[in-house]
């Protein structure tokens, strides 16, 4: 069965890190690049990042490229993102995803874990 299971999200002040993990399993881990997505209440799911199979990795918005940060340990085959200096407009339910490539459809999907930044 496959199986993609996302944690460490939780309540963080504003400015605060938070480290994100998506631990696979059920498929052939090292063959599939790891996206990031999130999705905020009434809006549109949107693609964080994401980690290629061969560890290059991209954050799509520019406000983000200096405070997130995606790795992967493929002895764990589990998926990490780092989020520094955090905003409270990023608060959304948090999502990995696997696919071949980055630019392909992904495939499998975890259940989410919520990330709320607040004082």
């Known amino acids: 069965e496959v199986q993609l299971v996302e944690s460490g999200g939780g309540l963080v002040q504003p400015g605060g890190s938070l480290r994100l993990s998506c631990a696979a399993s059920g498929f052939s881990f090292d063959d599939y690049a790891i996206g990031w997505f999130r999705q905020a209440p009434g809006n549109k799911r949107e693609a964080v990042g994401c980690?290629?199979?061969?560890?290059?990795?991209?954050i799509n918005r520019d406000s983000q490229k200096d405070r997130f940060t995606i790795s992967r340990d493929n002895a764990k085959h589990t998926v990490y993102l780092q989020m520094n200096r955090l905003k409270p407009e990023e608060t959304a339910v948090y999502y990995c995803a696997a696919a071949p490539e980055c630019w392909d459809e992904f495939q499998y999907w975890g259940q989410g874990t919520q990330v709320t930044v607040s004082s």
């Open positions: 980690i290629s199979k061969r560890n290059f990795s991209t």
